[in-house]
Nanobody, 117 residues
């Protein structure tokens, strides 16, 4: 499975951005699609995930209520709508896929999100 992420950019605090991740296919090996981020000098952190099978969603506490993950089965695409962005959301965002939550075996290239104060 190949993943291609796009949609990053520069936005002012309080603004919105939408990231998308296109998967080359859907199998049991990539039932869970997730987003992670790595801020400068920090470890990679989980952001959100969604199940292709039942649409169940998962969010990290710092983004709950501000970010929304969604899927388009017909297009094999998962999106991350990011609202009320904060400078601390600045990071390289990566999409990932795996068979279940917490196990990610496919990774896309990162896309930079920069939130200015």
């Amino acid at each position: 499975v190949q993943l291609q992420a796009f949609g990053g950019g520069l936005v002012q605090a309080g603004g919105s951005l939408r990231l998308s991740c296109a998967a080359s296919g859907r199998t049991v090996a990539n039932n869970i699609m997730g987003w992670f981020r790595r801020a400068p000098g920090k470890d990679r952190d989980f952001v959100a995930a969604i199940s292709w099978r039942d649409g169940r969603t998962y969010y990290a506490n710092p983004v709950k209520g501000r970010f929304t993950i969604s899927k388009d089965n017909a297009k094999n695409t998962v999106s991350l709508q990011m609202n009320s962005l904060k400078p601390e959301d600045t990071a390289v965002y990566y999409c990932a896929a795996g068979p279940q939550v917490g196990i990610y075996i496919y990774w896309g290239q990162g896309t930079q999100v920069t939130v200015s104060s």
